[in-house]
């Protein structure tokens, strides 16, 4: 169904009839003009639709993909997040940590990796656990909703698992990645063929316990196209924050993946050298941990807009 808007910007409501497990060239499942907004949904990380059903994809199943008309290969793809919102009030995560972001001699004392069942209320706002029960009592959360996993299809004809990262984007699984973020990718092919799922309704730094509060989601985004804008690896910004996303292994790798990437956005778009650019990430350079529990790790990145004011043209 279309919605036409007073600008001639098209706004798609779109219902999804089958998923992927990776993020690749995929046949598209709609083309989108530069400007068009998408309204749509997305199945948890084990494919359970708003109404519990499974629609017999596991693995963080992707929305999509998404031709973006006009894209190619140089440009850079902006999604922002126009609207992440839980579709259902259950939610689940895994009960007991990764064990790989403990020491080894500490695995042993790792239970059995149970699920833990959460009641989401979307309209207070908040996470209530079910079960297990726990010496934590009568315990909840506020929600913060985001985007474990999404992004373009990578070049050279790859399809990459959603249970990992590269510059493509993927399992980033950064709890920045909410609403109102815009996030800019790379375009590898014609169209980009954007993807999304992996919908949490909470998370802590690192998915340290392999998940967020893995729920299915009703998501709205808006694409725009960059022409002739090259970078090397996800970008995003919010009010406060530009910031790069460096995906890989180790961790050390993601890191200088990130700050390469902001380096050179300094350098490009706020007309600063090295140098400068090196000061002011000495001084306001901020880092947040997304995933650490798959294959690829996620660093980011953050500079503050404050630091940043008066100079150059942005992005």
Same mark, same amino acid.
Not at 71 to 85: C, H, M, R, S
Not at 113 to 121: H, S, Y
Not at 179 to 199: K, N
Not at 206 to 231: A, L, P, Y
């Given at each position: 169904?279309?919605? +036409? ?18 993020? =690749? ?8 003009? @530069? ?10 990380? /084990?494919?359970?639709? #708003? ?13 999509? *993909? ?21 579709? %259902? ?6 009960? !007991?940590? #990764? ?9 042993? +004392? ?17 996470? !209530? ?26 070049? @050279?004809? +790859? !399809? ?8 493509? =984007?993927?399992?980033?699984?950064? /709890? ?13 092919? *014609? ?14 730094? =690192? ?30 910004? /919010? ?16 890191? +200088? ?13 706020? =007309?600063? @050298? ?16 997304? /995933?650490?529990? @798959?294959? #690829? ?8 807009? %404050? !630091? ?8």
């Amino acid at each position: 169904m279309l919605e +036409q808007m007073p600008d001639q910007m098209t706004i798609h409501h779109f219902t999804p009839t089958h998923y992927h497990p990776t993020i =690749g060239s995929h046949a598209p499942v709609l083309h989108l003009a @530069d400007g068009d907004t998408v309204i749509t949904t997305m199945v948890d990380a /084990n494919g359970f639709d #708003a109404q519990l059903r499974d629609i017999g994809v596991n693995s963080n199943p992707q929305t999509g *993909p998404f031709h973006v008309e006009g894209a190619e290969p140089g440009d850079t793809l902006a999604v922002t997040l126009d609207k992440i919102a839980p579709s %259902r009030t259950y939610g689940w995560t895994r009960a !007991a940590i #990764a064990t790989n972001v403990v020491d080894p001699l500490f695995v042993y +004392q790792v239970p059995e990796r149970i699920k833990a069942e959460w009641r989401v209320d979307g309209a207070m706002g908040t996470a !209530a656990l079910v079960a297990p029960i726990t010496v934590l009592g009568d315990f909840s959360v506020p929600i913060n909703p985001m985007l474990g996993c999404f992004g373009v299809a990578p070049k @050279d004809g +790859q !399809a990459i698992s959603t249970a990992t990262s590269a510059e493509h =984007g993927g399992n980033m699984d950064y /709890n920045g990645f909410t609403q109102g973020v815009t996030a800019y990718f790379p375009v590898f092919v *014609p169209g980009a063929l954007f993807h999304l799922g992996d919908g949490h309704a909470a998370q802590g730094d =690192g998915e340290m316990v392999g998940t967020g509060i893995e729920i299915s989601m009703d998501v709205q985004f808006t694409v725009r196209v960059i022409k002739n804008k090259n970078i090397g690896t996800v970008r995003g910004e /919010n009010d406060e924050y530009i910031f790069a996303v460096g995906n890989a292994r180790p961790l050390d790798q993601a890191t +200088q993946h990130a700050t390469t990437e902001m380096l050179r956005w300094l350098m490009e778009d706020y =007309g600063l @050298d090295i140098v400068a650019a090196s000061v002011l990430l000495g001084l306001y350079v901020k880092y947040d941990l997304g /995933n650490m529990v @798959d294959p #690829a790790y996620t660093m980011v990145c953050k500079m503050p807009k %404050r !630091a940043l004011a008066g100079l150059g043209a942005g992005k």
